[in-house]
């Protein structure tokens, strides 16, 4: 049944303030063809505004499994910098640094950082 309690909008209408002079910009915008509305803008800026921000994880992972998965990752991926491995694997980046260096310590891994 369309419009039941139970069913969740696929969107929701949001109330915000903005100055005089960005309300003329944004208006400038439309004018110019760029946007199609004042909500056509609204909606582009909030989902650039959402794939600029991320939110940074870091697992909580035992350190021989961790260093299991980093040596899984550089084998296959060759090379790699500690924090493209560290934001990968979503671990901590002292841990990657840490264990990176370990591994080439033992002589198991050889790494451009």
């Known amino acids: 049944m369309t419009g039941s309690k139970s069913e969740k909008p696929l969107a929701k209408a949001i109330g915000t303030k903005v100055t005089t002079r960005e309300i003329e910009e944004i208006n400038g915008l439309i004018e110019a063809g760029i946007y199609l509305s004042v909500s056509d803008f609204i909606r ?21 499994l961790a260093k299991r998965e980093i040596l899984g990752y550089y084998r296959s991926y060759k090379e790699a910098y500690d924090y493209e491995v560290a934001r990968d694997l979503e671990f901590d980046y002292e841990l990657v640094c840490e264990i990176t260096d370990e591994l080439e310590r033992e002589g198991r891994l050889g790494v451009t950082k």
């Open 44 to 64: 582009e800026a909030v989902r650039d505004k959402l794939r600029a921000i991320k939110v940074i994880k870091i697992r909580d992972i035992d350190y021989d």
